[in-house]
């Protein structure tokens, strides 16, 4: 598996991104990936289906500047901050394999994750809840999500490292959609920060991932052309 590490891009070209290097697997112009990127300033992204009224605190984003966008793949809204990682997965479907449908893909991926983060984490209790949410103790650190082609998969997510959790409290709304494990907790007593270093983490998923060798040539001008003519467009961001 090949390794991206984004040089710093806009906050619609990072979101880009996922789809052009799922498209670019897709065309067979490479194998899988595990990619990395940190976002410098906060944004808000939903997710591909969510509603911005339902979802954001739009009076608190529209009096502090903050923009919304929205990604390809489902799952609820996050607020990007410096302090979280980002990473995503392009793997195979295999016609027999753990990825072969939704739920066997989500068991798989969340299992190694866990698993990465344990290591990097020892005497800690990280577990899987929901369907892609990972915690420590009762606490979420990183929510997750899908997006599935003919022959690949788009797999990414959030971990909170050492965010500034106070923001999704002004950012966003109580979200549509709960997991039961949440109990229906007001989010600044349902997240937390892992408190570890970006490199220790990325380190920790590489080694799970077996993801050593470097990406050689990103497809940056796709991902320059899709961030201007999609992602950083109010059709798209808005849609819903």
Known sequence: MHRLDLPPLTAAEQLAADEALLDRCEAGADSEILM?????????VVGYANHVATEVNTAACAARGIPIFRRCSGGGTVVQMPGG??????????????????????????????????????????????????????????????RRRKDF????????????LTQISELLNMPSLQPDYRDRRPHQEFVTNLNLPAEKVKAALAREWNAHEQLKNPPLSEIEKLAREKYSTCEWNYKF
């Open 153 to 164: 998969l788009l797999f990414h997510g959030t971990l909170l490292l050492d965010c500034d």
């Open 36 to 44: 990395f990127w940190e976002p410098r300033e906060t944004f808000i």
């Open 85 to 146: 990682l980002n990473y995503s997965l392009i793997l195979h479907i295999t016609a027999t394999g753990p990825t072969r449908n939704i739920t066997g893909a989500n068991q798989f991926i969340m299992e190694k994750n866990r698993a990465a983060i344990a290591a990097a984490l020892p005497q800690s209790e990280i577990s899987v809840r929901g369907h892609t949410d990972l915690c420590l103790g009762e606490k979420k650190f990183a929510g997750n999500s899908q």
